[in-house]
């Protein structure tokens, strides 16, 4: 009797601590906002098949424009982050996509190219990747290997006040007009 009620509890333990170490695949939605230069979080959008930064979308009559939100899975590499439109306060609620388009970057060495969206693999840019992305810590980085995570993200300014390319830096090279951004799914403090 004194070994089946000092076991219990041990046993009890190791349920628990098991329970604990179970990992559930997560899938969340979000939006991604830049950090970085001038960005000061500005959102992420699309526009035309590509990734911008800046606040333009919200009040854009520009039916190629929107505000997206990113159906991102925490515990897998190899599921590509989705966009939807979210035009709420856009005088045009028609989204400017059909589907649920990928991200994608060209994480090519040499590449320096604005990063996109497409809506199936094939269609992406030569040497583009729509898998891989991660959180590293709370940033967006691109998995090159299990130990390799990348934060390579640029802002490249427009020529247009408050709106930036999205690019995808692969050697960290400092070009004209652009700066580094991290994209975090944490919004600006408004004060």
């Known amino acids: 009797m004194l070994f089946t009620t000092s076991l219990v509890p041990v046993l009890a333990l190791c349920g628990l601590v098991s329970a604990r170490t179970v990992e559930k695949r997560t899938s969340r939605t979000v939006s991604l906002y830049a950090y970085g230069g001038a960005t000061n979080g500005a959102p992420v959008f699309y526009d035309n098949g590509m990734a911008y930064i800046g606040w333009q979308p919200e009040s854009s009559t520009d039916t190629t424009a929107t505000n997206i939100t990113f159906t991102v899975d925490s515990s897998d ?14 005088s045009n609620t028609t989204s400017p996509f059909s589907g649920s388009p990928m991200l994608y970057i060209v994480p090519t060495s040499g590449a320096f190219e604005q990063a996109g969206f497409v809506t199936n693999s094939s269609s992406a840019p030569t040497g583009a990747v729509t898998t891989g992305f991660a959180w590293f810590g709370t940033s967006v980085a691109y998995a090159a290997s299990e130990t390799d995570y990348q934060l390579m993200f640029t802002a490249v300014e427009t020529g247009t006040d408050n709106l930036w390319k999205l690019y995808w830096n692969v050697n960290g090279t400092r070009y004209a007009n652009s700066t580094a951004v991290t994209l975090k799914s944490t919004p600006p403090s408004r004060s």
């Open 77 to 90: 590499t190899t599921v590509p982050w989705t966009i939807a439109a979210n035009r709420t306060g856009q």
